[in-house]
């Protein structure tokens, strides 16, 4: 029996997965609370929190097109930024109060610099990221923290003082903690949840409050304790890739008998395997140094694909993968050359590899779920 | 016994025959044009030579890019190649459509740039010769630093050395100063690997010649303002960034080669005579253009239509000179001209105000009548700035076409598909 399937609070952080504005966003909106999205998991929402802000990692979660968009991205622009663009010409994101932009790949900051012009959002700034994680760039980052810190306490009016960032710090470390944790759970033969229910946690974690999702998490955890899933499966795999907020893509892959146990993507393993340094004197240097070089990063940053490759094949041996799925939204440049590397290094250590490429919205799934059938043969699974 | 000679050598040597052989020609035409445009290929034959020689002496000889500041590399007398530089030079090479089928077979994507495709393809397949250090240039998309992840990566390159100087996403004080700084280590990295010293009046001075080749061009520039415009497609503008960016950085002879130009096109501007017989339609073409065949089809626009390409990216001047009284300066001078006056990487790295900007100053100086935008499949973040471009161009009254093309790879759209849509385009706006 599906443990998640009696689970409040499973059910409460699957509606905030599946929607954009979820009731815990609500009711903060009803007290008056204000929201910033983001654009990337490179920008630091820790700040966001230290305003008593509430972040919100953008997704087009509910579009069904890109109509109004294409009037301003081609066909060969990623379909993320495309469905985020249209979504927000259609007014779905008047819930924000802002929005942070990054140059964290072609795509999105397109996706900022149209979004700037077309779309009436009252907070609007951009972080220039550097392009490798030595101390230079480390610094650098320091000061686009620190830059953004000014931006947010001038526009909305309140102070921040490093011990709000490190408050923030901390409560989002905790539920990084929680977060680790519900992924020990997936390290068992039969895990208590699949890689779609993960997903869902994971993807609700950057959509409401944090205290209030540290709580349901915790309790969740309480109710998974012991538990056992059925086991039904024929492959243990892990998907690495870019961003995957959508459970039924996974889904798609669980019901040919793959089951997801452990990833590294930007809504998923990457996010959380590192805590920030709460300890650290400059709280918004912690920042940059987690963002930047501690946290296992995406193709964005040169010199990480090595780090990259090892984080990969630990997490493969520490969940006893049979094999990866390599994800990549359709033009992405980044992931096309991570993936041809990832590809041969995997191969050396033996690791089965399979690349997909993808669109943002999960529509015909046939090709999808015969590829990864024809993978879990390819294993003797 | 003997050894087999590398691969990369030997083409460097192939090529510096065949560009020898191509300057010898062009200087038997009664044509100054020719002439001139023929000692371009003059320039990359001295400049094969020039690695070759340093390789047969055993010298070093390092990888650097035109936005990396080469002017260091030339005032410290480093003989420098440009791996980026393979696939458009390779753009005339027979075989190239089956080199483009092996990367796919390799496994990169179709979707990635053909550009960022094709360097890998020559890393890989190590085609190119082996440098003793690489300056890496991992801007302005995400296919540079994946090229350079690659390097890092491959069996053939992987050992060497690289040094990436590290960009700032805007123009400002701070990111010029940031970028400045990381020059500085730049050059302490290529003194490290190479034993050369960097002499500061000896930067000095290629600085300022290459500021006078940089006013030569703006001179030229402005006399392509002329209507009707004295040159097209086939001469001057992508011409004007190799020999200043990348085969005579900081040279005599690459001042000397603008003054040629320059005196030229004065003589045609005064007496008004044109690219065409009779010019009826002004192009802007905003990106780089596919010179492996641009011949297929710019002939057939400028006969057909009277269309010329009056302006294109590459051939776009936004250069300013570097104030040399001041060390500091030149520094900051460098890291400005690296990030946001060189063609492509001033458009691309920054905000898309960089693409509307210079569009809408070519647009009003070179009195375009129609914009191009190629579409070149590799630029994403140009596709994401189309229709940041249409709407600028609406406002500005001139019709915008696209062709969504990949300027590398002639069977992505056909020369026959391209003449097609500007046939179509040129009787939609009623001037066909």
């Known amino acids: ?381 | 016994m003997t050894t087999e000679e590398h691969r990369g050598i030997r083409s460097y040597k192939e090529d510096r025959e065949r560009y020898a052989g191509f300057y010898a020609l062009s200087q038997q035409s009664e044509n100054p044009e020719i002439r001139v445009a023929g000692r371009l290929a003059k320039f990359v034959s001295e400049a094969r030579d020039t690695i070759l020689t340093a390789h047969e002496e055993g010298r070093p000889f390092v990888n650097n890019n035109y936005c990396t500041a080469p002017e260091i590399t030339e005032a410290m007398d480093i003989p420098w190649l440009m791996l980026y530089e393979a696939p458009f030079m390779a753009v005339s090479v027979e075989g190239l459509s089956d080199q483009i089928d092996e990367t796919g077979a390799m496994g990169l994507g179709t979707d990635l740039c053909t550009a960022i495709r094709s360097s890998i393809y020559y890393v890989e397949k190590d085609l190119v010769p082996v440098p003793s250090a690489v300056i890496g240039f991992i801007f302005p998309c995400d296919g540079m630093p994946m090229l350079h992840q690659v390097i890092k990566h491959s069996k053939t390159w992987g050992h060497i050395p690289m040094f990436c100087p590290d960009p700032p996403y805007f123009n400002d004080d701070r990111s010029i100063d940031y970028f400045a700084n990381e020059l500085k280590k730049m050059t302490a990295f290529l003194e490290k690997e190479t034993g050369a010293k960097l002499d500061m009046d000896r930067l000095r001075e290629v600085v300022e010649e290459s500021d006078r080749q940089y006013l030569l061009w703006q001179e030229y520039n402005e006399l392509r303002r002329a209507v009707p415009c004295p040159h097209g497609y086939g001469l001057g503008g992508p011409m004007c960034f190799a020999v200043s960016q990348m085969f005579k950085v900081g040279h005599k002879d690459g001042t000397e080669w603008f003054q040629n130009l320059v005196d030229l096109t004065e003589e045609k501007v005064e007496k008004g005579i044109g690219a065409v017989e009779k010019e009826k339609i002004r192009l802007f073409w905003f990106d780089i253009m596919p010179s492996g065949f641009i011949f297929e089809f710019m002939p057939w626009l400028e006969e057909e239509f009277g269309a010329v390409v009056v302006m294109d990216m590459f051939g776009n001047h936004p250069y300013t000179t570097i104030d040399t009284s001041d060390e500091q300066e030149i520094w900051r001078g460098l890291a400005k001209r690296g990030l946001f006056d060189t063609p492509m990487v001033r458009q691309a790295m920054g905000p898309a105000e960089g693409f509307v900007d210079d569009l809408v100053r070519i647009v009003k100086d070179y009195q375009i009548d129609v914009v191009v935008w190629p579409g070149h499949m590799g630029h994403k973040e140009t596709q994401g700035t189309f229709g940041i471009m249409r709407e600028a161009c609406r406002e500005l009254g001139v019709p915008f076409m696209d062709i969504r093309m990949d300027i590398f790879d002639r069977r992505y759209t056909t020369p026959d598909q391209i003449k097609d849509k500007f046939a179509r385009f040129f009787a939609g706006i009623g001037v066909g």
């Open chain 1, 1 to 381: 029996m599906d443990p998640t399937a009696s689970s409040e609070a499973f059910a409460t952080m699957a509606e905030a997965a599946s929607t954009l504005v979820n009731p815990a966003l609500q009711r903060w909106r009803d007290d008056g609370g204000r929201v910033i999205g983001f654009l990337c998991s490179m920008v630091p929402e820790e700040l966001f929190m230290a305003a008593g802000l509430l972040p919100f990692r953008m997704r087009a979660t509910g579009s069904t097109g890109t109509d109004l968009a294409d009037a301003y991205f081609t066909n060969l622009n990623c379909s993320f930024p495309r469905h985020c663009l249209n979504l927000a010409l259609e007014g779905e994101f008047e819930f924000l109060d802002g929005v942070v932009g990054i140059n964290s790949c072609d795509h999105i900051r397109r996706l900022y610099d149209n979004w700037k012009r077309n779309v009436d959002t009252g907070f609007l700034h951009f972080i220039s990221l550097p392009r490798q994680s030595g101390p230079d760039q480390i610094q650098w980052y320091t000061q686009e923290c620190r830059m953004l810190r000014d931006a947010l306490a001038e526009s909305f009016a309140v102070e921040i003082k490093d011990d709000d960032v490190r408050a923030a710090i901390r409560l989002a470390n905790q539920g990084r903690g929680l977060q680790r944790a519900l992924y020990a759970l997936r390290k068992q033969e039969r895990p208590p949840i699949n890689g779609e229910q993960a997903l869902v946690i994971m993807v609700a974690g950057t959509a409401m409050p944090k205290e209030e999702y540290n709580a349901l998490l915790s309790r969740l955890l309480t109710e998974l304790d012991g538990v056992q899933g059925e086991g039904d499966y024929r492959a243990r795999l892990m998907i690495t890739g870019g961003i995957l907020d959508d459970p039924a893509w996974v889904r798609a892959v669980e019901s040919v008998g793959g089951l997801v146990v452990t990833d590294g993507t930007c809504f998923g393993a990457r996010l959380m395997w590192q805590d920030i340094d709460e300890e650290a004197e400059d709280p918004l240097e912690a920042l940059a140094r987690y963002y930047l070089a501690d946290r296992p990063s995406c193709p964005r940053l040169l010199d990480t694909q090595e780090k990259r490759t090892q984080f990969t094949v630990k997490m493969c041996r520490d969940f006893n993968c049979d094999g990866v799925l390599g994800e990549k939204m359709m033009f992405c440049d980044q992931w096309d050359v991570e993936n041809y590397m990832l590809d041969m290094d995997l191969a050396d250590e033996g690791i089965p590899f399979l690349r997909i490429d993808r669109e943002y919205l999960t529509s015909a799934t046939g090709q999808l779920k015969t590829r990864v059938q024809a993978f879990i043969e390819s294993m003797g699974k």
